[in-house]
């Protein structure tokens, strides 16, 4: 028996070496040279995983091949995670020349594994390795393996890939047949959770880290392969593999992988927010200090600018000259409208566009022009644009071809965008590419005056980090993240050595090499389109939009702080889906941008809107996540100095009127109380609830966004129709003074409009006088709710209300 860190022990028995801590225990099996995962009940999670190396001339390299297989135990160290006792197992196959390194991290008193693969080349010339499994049960020549065992069938199994893919994808089901990322059709992928809705085990896993290697993730199961009929089934199709590119490794040197996370101890939800968490120590994440929201008007702007500065949205007929009229029209708009000018921050700040192809000689003064005007009217001026994508007719791509990367033929290679337009793509390697990509920079921010620069990176998602066996760049050196990693960088270069405060945001991006390149980053694909204007059950309609969203928020402000896209709530969207999409907005924590027509839009609509500013820089949690392909509850901690309470949102997504069922200690309250719950959107006390909330025949293709606090035996603040979180942004404070029997509250209304302050009164109460400093009110008294509606001011407003007992 060997010693380990803290609660770590070792042992050897004959040709098995095991690892384990209070949390879980890992089997290392020398003859075989496969190793298992088991949980703190003895339950083998992942069973006869193995590693495998394939080269450029096809050879096959695995850990379950004959050869001598050993380990060693390594000096306790510690690092960003914790201490941890390092173990190497290392195996040699018969005639090769190579040895493949295991590097397992067993952490103290932690819930987690994280382990890294290598390669070493002992042989006198080089190898060209051409892709590494860092763990791997699926099958092999054909014959089972091992697998996945969450305790219940693959058929109940709901699984979340983080993939770079055209269409957003959350939760999925798993099926007989299921199979995600075969070999020869990979999607880039970083991290992923298996959950079992019958056993309610999780195993989240990803790797660390994106700094050097093309990444990809591989799901299937298949019903035929498993190894034990009688057993319970498993997924036998697993493996976190990186696409290597023929890289060479020299006699005497090792290849590495980059790191990989386990984790099946404790709730899915939290076991993959503490991978976002190592993920972003270890890449240097970065996030915004405040959430804010913008207009975008690119539905409405067709803007011209250079060919080789801009996004290509659109082919040469359809180009239309700048309309800075419509912009004015639009800022103007904004401007004027007090709903949207909140005085405290995370309101409207900044007005966005898109460029579009074309040559015009005029077009720098009037981008200069747009910008000019929007900061004349308070406001920051940001641009959308493809930093590294030019039109494939450009002429800077006929004079200089070698600023582009190249296909294998040596030639500019080119890329159809989704829209159908070709595009070549700068090498941002090549020396002569930076400095144009960084005139081109220096020309937005420091010529025309922008505050914003969000950079759409469509081009590379779908060249380099797609396909990068179909293209050459200039420094071979690179791998095809590296290069990413490098345009990311010279991006960040130019803002910090600019001198004005500007933000570098991104979108269309591969989320796993973006981390720690941006503060701001849209987590799903965008071409352009915006949220709403879809059809509800169009791939990127709504419902499919928001529940991929609800998978994405545990990275904000972790990773980075998550941009929730463009809104359209305007008619002729039904009122039912705009609401769908203003709550999970509300929810999102993120940065939100508005797209409807400001001069068409209607006030009612308006008005909806304006209730989401200031936005919370806090993102809620989807409770049912892993549970349901289409998330329906999501919780939102609301902390303010005098109390706090929750806002849950609760979506039907479907197409018929059904019941909603939650408990309240899946938000984390107590079972044995009770709570007040309210519906903002209808304004509407739905009553007192203990144990759990059922809400009867919710109409489908809508959502409630409730406010639930915990009941006083006094009169007490139920809700507010002011902001989404009903007090945490309006009312600065509230309570009950037992000495004058009043409840007091001081109010601010962050824009000028009026407002309802909504007052829950227990059954031996009548209110009896009510006095207002500020502003005039008007009061409406329907027991057990007594409303307090005040006029429109941006004023302090307070207000005290003496009731008087009926009983005791």
Not at 494 to 521: D, H, R, W, Y
Request: proline share 5%; hydrophobic share 40%.
């Amino acid at each position: 028996m060997l010693q380990g860190a803290g609660d770590l022990t070792f042992a050897r028995e004959g040709r098995r070496v095991i690892a384990k801590n209070n949390l879980f225990q890992v089997n290392f099996n020398l003859s075989k040279g496969t190793w298992s995962y088991i949980d703190q009940t003895g339950h083998s999670v992942i069973r006869n995983a193995y590693t495998k190396m394939v080269l450029q001339n096809g050879t096959v390299l695995t850990t379950l091949d004959a050869g001598l297989c050993e380990f060693i135990t390594n000096p306790i160290t510690e690092d960003e995670f914790g201490l941890y006792q390092p173990i190497t197992f290392s195996h040699q196959a018969e005639g090769r020349g190579l040895r493949i390194h295991h590097y397992l991290n067993c952490y103290s008193k932690k819930p987690y594994l994280v382990f890294s693969v290598g390669l070493e080349n002992l042989n006198e010339k080089p190898i060209a390795l051409a892709q590494m499994s860092v763990i791997d049960v699926s099958p092999l020549n054909g014959q089972a393996q091992g697998g996945v065992y969450l305790g219940g069938d693959p058929s109940g199994y709901h699984t979340f890939l983080n993939m770079n893919t055209p269409i957003a994808h959350g939760t999925r089901n798993v099926y007989d047949g299921f199979r995600v990322n075969k070999e020869t059709s990979a999607q880039m992928c970083y991290d992923g959770v298996l959950y079992d809705t019958d056993s309610k085990r999780s195993l989240v896993f990803g790797f660390l880290s994106a700094q050097k290697w093309w990444s990809t993730i591989q799901v299937g199961y298949d019903a035929r392969r498993q190894p034990n009929k009688a057993e319970t089934h498993g997924i036998d199709q697993w493996s976190l593999y990186h696409k290597c590119g023929n890289h060479l490794c020299p006699p005497g040197e090792e290849v590495g992988s980059e790191p990989v996370y386990l984790n099946f101890a404790g709730k899915a939800t939290e076991s993959y927010q503490l991978y976002a968490e190592m993920v972003a120590k270890r890449m240097n994440a970065k996030t915004l200090d405040h959430v804010f929201s913008g207009w975008c008007v690119c539905p409405f702007v067709t803007l011209r600018a250079c060919t080789e500065l801009v996004e290509v949205a659109g082919s040469a007929s359809n180009q239309e000259a700048i309309d800075t009229k419509q912009i004015a029209q639009q800022v103007d708009q904004l401007a004027k409208n007090r709903l949207f000018y909140p005085s405290l921050p995370g309101g409207i700040e900044y007005i966005q566009f898109k460029t579009q192809e074309a040559n015009t000689s005029d077009v720098p003064n009037d981008m200069k022009w747009v910008a000019d005007h929007i900061h004349a009217k308070g406001l920051k001026a940001g641009l959308r644009f493809a930093p590294f994508s030019v039109d494939r007719d450009s002429d800077l791509l006929k004079t200089h071809p070698e600023y582009f990367l190249q296909d294998s033929e040596k030639h500019p290679a080119t890329i159809v965008l989704p829209d159908g337009t070709a595009v070549a793509l700068l090498d941002v390697s090549q020396p002569g590419a930076q400095v144009y990509i960084r005139e081109r920079v220096q020309q937005i921010i420091s010529d025309w005056g922008y505050d914003l620069v969000k950079a759409d990176l469509l081009g590379y998602t779908l060249g380099p980090m797609f396909d990068f066996d179909n293209f050459v760049w200039h420094d071979k050196s690179l791998t095809a993240v590296e290069l990413y990693r490098k345009g990311i960088a010279l991006l960040n270069q130019m803002i910090q050595e600019s001198q004005k405060n500007v933000l570098l945001a991104a979108c269309n991006t591969c989320n796993g090499p973006s981390i720690g390149g941006f503060l701001l980053n849209e987590v799903l694909p965008n071409y352009g389109g915006q949220i709403g204007e879809e059809l509800w059950q169009d791939k990127m309609g709504v419902k499919q939009f928001v529940s991929a969203y609800a998978a994405y928020l545990p990275l904000h402000n972790i990773s980075w702080t998550n941009a929730f896209g463009a809104l359209r709530i305007g008619e002729p969207i039904p009122l039912n889906e705009a609401i769908v999409t203003l709550t999970a907005a509300a929810l999102s924590g993120g940065v939100v941008m508005c797209g409807d027509d400001l001069t068409t839009l209607k006030p009612a609509r308006a008005e909806l809107l304006a209730k989401l500013f200031p936005l919370n820089q806090q993102a809620a949690t989807a409770v049912d996540l892993y549970e349901n392909k289409f998330p329906q509850i999501w919780n939102l901690r609301v902390q303010a100095p005098y109390e706090s309470w929750q806002i849950v949102g609760a979506f039907n997504w479907g197409d018929g009127m059904d019941d909603i069922y939650f408990t309240l200690d899946s938000l984390g309250l107590d079972r044995s109380k009770y709570y007040l719950v309210h519906d903002f959107w209808n304004r509407e006390y739905l009553g007192t609830f203990r144990g759990s909330v059922t809400l009867l025949d919710v109409p489908p293709r809508s959502a409630k966004l409730l406010c639930i606090r915990a009941e006083q035996d006094v009169p007490q603040l139920l809700a507010t129709d002011i902001h989404f979180t009903q007090g945490g942004v309006e009312v600065l404070s509230a309570g009950w003074e037992r000495r004058s029997q009043s409840f007091l509250a001081v109010c601010k209304n962050p824009k000028f409009s009026k407002g309802t302050l909504l007052i829950h009164v227990p059954e031996d109460y009548i209110p009896a006088a009510t006095a207002c400093y500020g502003c005039q009110y008007h009061f409406r008294w329907q027991k057990p709710i007594y409303e307090l509606e005040f006029s429109p001011t941006t004023e302090l407003v307070h207000f005290s209300i003496q009731f008087g007992k009926t009983s005791g």
